[in-house]
C-alpha cells in the first residue's frame, strides 16, 4: 500500500472509531449502570444528526461557531428526550421482565424514524462540504475535521474518567451499578441517578450523531447500522466498560477500515470473526466484569 494512502486511510480509521467510540461509550455507559440493553440508542444518534444538521445549516449557516452551537443543542434535546424516555417509559417496566424493556426500545426505533420523516422528511440532509480546510498528504486530503472529532473523543473518554473517579455524583452512579439494593439503604438518590445515567448516555448519542452528520449525512433509518456496530464495539470490549468502548472501537473501526481496501469481502465479516473469537476466550469482553442481575 501506498505510504500517504495509508496516512489518509489511518486517520480515516481513526475518525471513524471516534463516532463509534461516542456511540458505543454511551450505549455502554446505559447498560453498566442500569442493566438496559438500549436499542433504541441508534435513533437517539439519528436525531443528533438532524439537529446538529437543523441549527448548522438551516439555522445559523456553517462556521465553527455554528458547529459548536449544533453540538451542544444535539447533546440537550437528545439528552431531553433520553430523560423523558427514563421517566416516563423506563420506569414502569423496572420490576418487570427485561423482554418489555427490549420491546420498548425497539419501538422507539420506528417512531422516532417517523417523527424525523414528519419533521424533516424522508430525504437525505447532506452538509455543503466538511467542515475546515484539508492537510495535503501526496495526492490526497486529510480534512482537520476527522483530527478535530478524534480530540473531541479523545475529550469525552477523559472527561467520562474525570466524572466517574473524581466527582460525587459520579461515585454514586459507580455504587449503583455495583448493587443498586445497597446504595438505596444508604440513602442514594437511585431515581435521579437513573435519570442521570440515561441522559448523559443518550447525550453521548446525541453528539455522535452531531459529530458524524457532516460526513455521512443525515437520513431516517441511519442509526441501524450504527447500533449493530455499537453493539460489536461493546461485546468485544466488554459491556459497560468505557475503556472497552474505547479499545473496542478502535479494533472494529481499523478493521473495518483497512479490510475495505485489502479484502472488501471481508469488510464486515472480520469484525464479527474477532468478536467470537474473543468470546470463546473471555465471555465477558476484553475489559468487562462479570454481569450482574440488576436489583
Given amino acids: ?12 480509521a481513526l475518525f471513524f472509531a471516534s ?12 447498560y453498566g449502570i442500569m442493566k438496559i440493553l438500549n436499542l433504541a440508542h441508534g435513533a437517539l444518534y439519528m436525531l443528533g444528526a438532524y ?12 462556521s465553527w461557531y455554528s458547529m459548536l452551537l449544533a453540538y451542544l443543542a444535539s447533546i440537550l434535546v437528545v ?9 416516563v417509559l423506563l420506569k414502569p417496566l423496572y420490576n418487570k421482565p427485561q423482554d418489555l424493556q427490549l420491546l420498548l426500545t425497539f419501538a422507539l426505533i420506528f417512531i422516532l424514524d417517523d ?21 495535503p498528504v501526496g495526492d490526497y486530503q486529510i480534512p482537520i475535521y476527522f483530527i478535530l472529532t478524534v480530540f473531541i473523543a479523545i475529550g469525552v473518554g477523559l ?5 466517574f473517579t ?23 438518590n437511585t431515581d435521579r441517578l437513573f435519570a442521570l445515567s440515561f441522559a448523559l448516555g443518550a447525550g453521548l448519542a446525541g453528539l455522535a450523531g452531531g459529530v458524524a452528520v457532516p460526513l455521512y449525512t443525515a437520513s431516517p433509518g441511519m442509526g441501524g447500522d450504527a447500533i449493530v456496530l455499537s453493539f460489536a464495539v461493546i461485546v468485544i470490549g466488554g459491556m459497560g466498560s468505557i475503556l ?5 472501537s478502535l479494533i472494529v473501526g481499523f478493521s473495518r477500515v483497512f479490510m475495505a481496501i485489502l479484502f472488501p469481502v471481508f469488510e464486515i465479516a472480520l469484525i464479527y470473526v474477532i468478536m467470537a473469537v474473543i468470546l470463546m476466550f473471555r465471555p465477558t469482553g476484553l475489559f468487562g466484569m462479570e454481569m450482574r442481575e440488576r436489583r
Avoid: C
Avoid at 159 to 163: A, T
Fill in 159 to 163: 472527561f467520562l474518567h474525570w466524572f
Fill in 115 to 135: 417523527i424525523v420523516k414528519m419533521i424533516w422528511g424522508a430525504q437525505y440532509r447532506a452538509f455543503p462540504k466538511i467542515p475546515g480546510w484539508s492537510i
Fill in 79 to 87: 439528552a431531553g428526550l433520553g430523560i423523558f424516555i427514563e421517566r
Fill in 1 to 12: 500500500m501506498d505510504i500517504n494512502l495509508f496516512i489518509v486511510q489511518f486517520f480515516n
Fill in 166 to 188: 473524581r466527582t460525587t455524583y459520579g461515585k454514586m452512579v459507580r455504587a449503583i451499578s455495583y448493587s443498586l439494593e445497597t446504595s438505596s439503604i444508604l440513602g442514594i
Fill in 51 to 62: 439537529v446538529t444538521f437543523t441549527v448548522a445549516i438551516l439555522w445559523l449557516g456553517m
Fill in 244 to 248: 472497552g468502548a474505547f479499545v473496542g
Fill in 19 to 30: 463516532i463509534l467510540f461516542l456511540i458505543s461509550s454511551g450505549l455502554s455507559l446505559i
